[in-house]
């Protein structure tokens, strides 16, 4: 997720603005799409760049898009793994 986090960056240091969607990373930023392991179906990453704040995150453990909601408890087996692209959420610095 730090890769696509920095392929992210790149692309807007390139263009202006993020990409809409992570398929416009591929060939330039990354290689080739980028699934996520925990998702059995072996869908891509989700990523939200217009959300507040904008995110990329994983189904996680559970193979379960809770909608980019973290996990409730500290055992992650609930939830999303969440990568903050803009700082963590209320504005807190990462």
Known sequence: MAAISLAIRLYEH?????PEAL????PEYLPAEPFDPFD???????????????ILYSV???G????????R?????????????DGLPGGAAP
Do not use: C, K
């Open 14 to 18: 390139d263009h202006g603005s993020w």
């Open 23 to 26: 398929d416009e990373l591929v």
């Open 40 to 54: 059995a179906e072996m869908r891509p990453f989700q990523y939200r760049p217009h959300g507040e704040p904008p």
């Open 60 to 62: 996680g453990p559970n």
């Open 64 to 71: 379960v898009d809770d909608g980019g909601t973290p996990p």
């Open 73 to 85: 408890s500290r055992s992650r087996d609930d939830g999303d793994i969440m990568f903050y692209l």
